[in-house]
């Protein structure tokens, strides 16, 4: 069964720096893998979505990234701002239909001005 | 940019009352779903649903939960007798197609059941 972990559970940085958040995952026979924010009380917003096919997916000043074969994706965030602050969650499929999606806990950013 | 609408945002109820959390796609979507997160937990998979009918469930998605699509444009989520447990944010969401696609989500609906 496919297990999503995400770390750091928290982090938090001064504006302007890049950063990494990290997604790992136990089964690589994967379709793709999604990448969202969450805002406290809000829903998901979908930032990026990497299929299984590729090794990084662009979208601004986001970029991510997957390594299959290691069972990892990361999300690098450029130059940081506060609006970044949020939880952002990676998901993968788990089931025969595709939207059954298995959720990571997410890591908790926070962009200090 | 077209969305995933959720109604209501929140909602209280009574432990044993029926609940209907209404939705409504994105209009040339054709893959439909509900997700639940307990507060501080995961989001979780309840259902996928195509073509009218239930494509996937969860082991959550018991006799208590049911989905409709009453008519071209809404997508409900009932809750046949609430339990304590059942209090949680409900997403729905939806894509164009089952897989390689974006799946969006809505805002959700708060269900607290007292």
């Known amino acids: 069964k496919q297990e999503v972990t995400q770390i750091p559970a928290a982090l938090s940085v001064p504006e302007g720096e890049n950063l990494v958040l990290n997604c790992s995952f136990t089964?690589?026979?994967?379709?793709?893998l999604q990448w969202f924010r969450q805002d406290p009380g809000k829903g998901l917003t979908s930032l990026l979505l990497?299929?299984?096919?590729?090794r990084e997916q662009t979208s601004g000043r986001l970029n991510a990234s997957l390594d299959k074969s290691s069972g990892r994706s990361t999300l690098y965030i450029a130059a940081s701002q506060p609006g970044d602050s949020a939880t952002y969650l990676c998901?993968?499929?788990?089931?025969?239909?595709?939207?059954?999606?298995?959720f990571g806990k997410g890591t908790k950013l926070s962009v200090k001005p | 940019e077209p969305e995933v609408t959720q109604t209501p945002s929140h909602q209280v109820t009574q432990m044993g009352q029926e609940v209907i959390l209404h939705c409504v796609p994105i209009s040339n979507h054709l893959y439909f779903y509900w997700y639940r997160q307990i507060l501080g937990q995961k989001v979780e998979f309840l259902v996928s649903f195509y073509n009218n009918e239930i494509s996937e469930k969860s082991e959550i998605f018991d006799d208590q939960f049911s989905v409709e699509r009453p008519d071209g444009s809404n997508f409900t989520l009932k809750i046949r007798s609430t339990k304590l447990e059942d209090s949680a944010m409900y997403f729905c969401?939806?894509?164009?197609?089952?897989?390689?696609?974006?799946?969006?989500f809505g805002e959700g609906s708060w269900l607290t059941v007292v």
């Open positions: 969401a939806s894509s164009v197609q089952a897989g390689g696609n974006t799946i969006y």
């Open positions: 089964d690589s026979a994967i379709y793709n």
């Open positions: 990497i299929q299984s096919s590729q």
């Open positions: 998901a993968l499929p788990g089931g025969s239909s595709q939207g059954n999606l298995i």
